[in-house]
């Protein structure tokens, strides 16, 4: 099953103690983000990767990093999380033209930041 | 900056009916790609619809519509025969053409469907 996937699903840490999100796909898409939701603001795209070792930063990329060492593989780490943190994270991943750089998003996790 | 905006928080609809959601945009741009999303309580994201800029016909998507001007800058969805799994939050966004896959989401619009 063509699949983006994400761990973990919910995620309750303390200010200053780093974590790593993960995400994989298995459509062997180029393209691959990260996505924060906050209510009232929508969806704001945090980092974008056109492919292994490539990455740009979004709107939003004040403390977090990305690495994209596998085509499938784009985890999100929070060097040092802060309560303003604390939100809905999704990953995505599209291929180029032929499909419209249509988006799968991964089912989200919930990160709270204490 | 490009710019997506949803002026409608919220909208509702009877069960049966036509609504439309409003999405204006903002780009220097000539050629690009412009999506609808739908996420119901589950929070998982959902295509409804796509549009390349360079087409002039408007997409469709079985009871899902876009009105696309161009001109205007304005993507509204249509959706017909309303039916109660409609009800989810909408979400419009914007691909920046020529980049790495930069997109801009609008905030939503919260579709309630009245039985």
């Known amino acids: 099953e063509a699949q983006v996937t994400q761990n973990p699903r919910y995620l309750i840490t303390v200010t200053g103690k780093k974590l790593t999100v993960t995400c994989s796909q298995n459509m062997n898409h180029e393209y691959m983000s990260w996505y924060r939701q906050d209510p009232g603001l929508g969806l704001r795209q945090i980092y974008y990767s056109m492919n292994v070792e490539v990455t740009d930063k979004g709107d939003v990329p004040e403390g977090y990093k990305v690495s994209r060492k596998e085509k499938r593989n784009f985890p999100l780490i929070l060097e040092s999380p802060s309560p303003n943190q604390t939100s809905l994270y999704f990953c995505a991943s599209s291929s180029g033209t032929l499909s419209s750089y249509e988006q799968y998003f991964g089912p989200g996790t919930r990160l709270t930041v204490t | 900056a490009q710019t997506v905006t949803q002026s409608q928080p919220e909208m509702s609809v009877q069960e049966a009916e036509t609504v439309t959601l409003s999405c204006t945009y903002d780009t220097s741009e000539s050629d690009y790609y412009l999506f609808w999303y739908k996420q119901p309580p589950s929070r998982q994201m959902i295509l409804v619809i796509r549009?390349?800029?360079?087409?002039?016909q408007n997409a469709t998507e079985n009871r899902f519509s876009v009105n696309f001007q161009k001109a205007a800058k304005s993507f509204s969805l249509k959706i017909s025969d309303s039916q109660l799994g409609d009800a989810a939050m909408y979400f419009c966004a914007y691909r920046v053409p020529n980049t790495g896959n930069q997109f801009y989401f609008g905030t939503g619009t919260s579709l309630t469907v009245i039985p």
């Open positions: 549009q390349e800029a360079y087409k002039q």
